[in-house]
C-alpha cells in the first residue's frame, strides 16, 4: 500500500472536540491530576497522533474522548452534540452510533472467523441483513483480507489479526476512530502498514482519527502530531523535536 496522500481537513466540521478536560485519579490520601485543561479539536478527514510517556495518561485521554469514562471537568463533544449533560444510557447511544475503538491487541473473538467479527457489530445492532453481510465482505477486501475472511484468529498473523480489527471499527460507521498503540504488538513494517491503512480510511471515509502511538514512522504523515505531557498536549515536531518521542 502507498502512503496517503494528505487532503487539508480544513474548514471541516470538528467530530471530536475536548475542551478543558480534567481527570484526577487516587494516590494514597490523595489525588493526582492526570489531565488538566486538555483542549483538542479533531475535524472529519484528519487524522492525529497523541505520544507521551508511559503513564501521561494517553489512555485516559481517548477513553474520555470514547466516552467510557467521564472527566471531572470539561466538554467532550462528538458529532456536534455535548455530552456532560447526557444520561449514562444516552452517552452510549452516542458511543454506539459514532465512536469505534483499534487497541493494542486486536481483542478478537476466538471461535469467530474474519467476516463473522465484523457481522457481529451488525448483529448487536439488530441489523445483519444481507447488506450488512456484504458490507463486512467488502471492508475485509478493503484491508486486504478478501483471502481470509474464513479464517479464524488463531490462523491469522499478528497484522492480518490488527487489520480485521480496524475492519471491525469501520462496520458501525464511526464519525470518530480511536485508536490506542494499535502498532504496539507489530514489527516496524507491519505497524507502517497499519498506521497507513488508519491515515487511508480516516480520508476516505471522512473520520476524525486519534491514534495514540510511540511509533517514529508516524514522523513520514502529514497530519497533526501531539504529544501529551503534564496533563496538556503539546504540538509535536516543531523546532528542537528531533522526533525522538518518549
Ligand atoms: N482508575 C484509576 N485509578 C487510579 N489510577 C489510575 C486510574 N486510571 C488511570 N490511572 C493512572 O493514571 C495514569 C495515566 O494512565 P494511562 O493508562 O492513561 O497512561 P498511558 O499514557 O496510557 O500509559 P501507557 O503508555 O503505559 O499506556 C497512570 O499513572 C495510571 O496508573
Ligand atoms: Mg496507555
Same mark, same amino acid.
Given at each position: 500500500?502507498?502512503?496517503?496522500?494528505?487532503?487539508?481537513?480544513?474548514?471541516?466540521?470538528?467530530?471530536?472536540?475536548?475542551?478543558?478536560?480534567?481527570?484526577?485519579?487516587?494516590?494514597?490520601?490523595?489525588?493526582?491530576?492526570?489531565?488538566?485543561?486538555?483542549? !483538542?479539536?479533531?475535524?472529519?478527514?484528519?487524522? @492525529? $497522533? /497523541? %505520544? +507521551? =510517556?508511559?503513564?501521561? *495518561?494517553? #489512555?485516559?485521554?481517548?477513553?474520555?474522548?470514547?466516552? !467510557?469514562?467521564?472527566?471531572?471537568?470539561?466538554? @467532550? $463533544? /462528538? %458529532? +456536534? =452534540?455535548?455530552?456532560? *449533560?447526557? #444520561?449514562?444510557?444516552?452517552?452510549?447511544?452516542?458511543?454506539?452510533?459514532?465512536?469505534?475503538?483499534?487497541h493494542?491487541?486486536?481483542?478478537?473473538?476466538?471461535?469467530l472467523?474474519?467476516?463473522?467479527?465484523?457481522?457481529?457489530?451488525?448483529?448487536?445492532?439488530?441489523?445483519?441483513?444481507?447488506?450488512?453481510?456484504?458490507?463486512?465482505?467488502?471492508?475485509?477486501?478493503?484491508?486486504?483480507?478478501?483471502?481470509?475472511?474464513?479464517?479464524?484468529?488463531?490462523?491469522l498473523?499478528?497484522?492480518?489479526?490488527?487489520?480485521?480489527?480496524?475492519?471491525?471499527?469501520?462496520?458501525?460507521?464511526?464519525?470518530?476512530?480511536?485508536?490506542?498503540?494499535?502498532?504496539?504488538?507489530?514489527?516496524?513494517?507491519?505497524?507502517?502498514?497499519?498506521?497507513?491503512?488508519?491515515?487511508?480510511e480516516?480520508?476516505?471515509?471522512d473520520?476524525?482519527?486519534?491514534?495514540?502511538?510511540?511509533?517514529?514512522?508516524?514522523?513520514?504523515?502529514p497530519?497533526?502530531?501531539?504529544?501529551?505531557?503534564?496533563?496538556?498536549?503539546?504540538?509535536?515536531?516543531?523546532?528542537?523535536?528531533?522526533?525522538?518521542?518518549?
Amino acid at each position: 500500500m502507498t502512503a496517503p496522500t494528505p487532503q487539508p481537513a480544513a474548514g471541516r466540521p470538528a467530530a471530536l472536540e475536548l475542551d478543558d478536560v480534567e481527570v484526577a485519579v487516587p494516590d494514597g490520601d490523595g489525588t493526582r491530576t492526570i489531565l488538566a485543561g486538555v483542549a !483538542l479539536e479533531v475535524r472529519r478527514g484528519e487524522l @492525529v $497522533t /497523541i %505520544a +507521551g =510517556r508511559s503513564g501521561a *495518561g494517553k #489512555s485516559t485521554l481517548l477513553a474520555v474522548a470514547g466516552l !467510557l469514562r467521564r472527566p471531572d471537568r470539561g466538554e @467532550v $463533544t /462528538i %458529532a +456536534g =452534540r455535548p455530552t456532560s *449533560g447526557l #444520561s449514562g444510557r444516552e452517552r452510549t447511544v452516542v458511543r454506539r452510533d459514532h465512536v469505534a475503538v483499534v487497541h493494542q491487541s486486536a481483542q478478537l473473538f476466538p471461535s469467530l472467523t474474519a467476516v463473522e467479527q465484523l457481522e457481529l457489530v451488525a448483529h448487536i445492532r439488530g441489523r445483519l441483513d444481507r447488506a450488512a453481510r456484504e458490507r463486512a465482505r467488502a471492508l475485509l477486501a478493503e484491508v486486504g483480507l478478501a483471502h481470509r475472511m474464513d479464517a479464524l484468529p488463531a490462523h491469522l498473523s499478528g497484522g492480518e489479526r490488527q487489520r480485521v480489527a480496524v475492519a471491525r471499527a469501520l462496520m458501525a460507521e464511526p464519525s470518530v476512530l480511536l485508536a490506542d498503540e494499535p502498532t504496539a504488538a507489530l514489527d516496524p513494517e507491519r505497524g507502517q502498514e497499519i498506521l497507513d491503512l488508519l491515515a487511508v480510511e480516516t480520508r476516505e471515509r471522512d473520520l476524525a482519527t486519534v491514534v495514540v502511538t510511540h511509533d517514529p514512522v508516524t514522523r513520514s504523515w502529514p497530519d497533526r502530531r501531539l504529544e501529551l505531557r503534564g496533563g496538556r498536549l503539546h504540538e509535536a515536531g516543531g523546532p528542537g523535536d528531533d522526533g525522538a518521542l518518549t
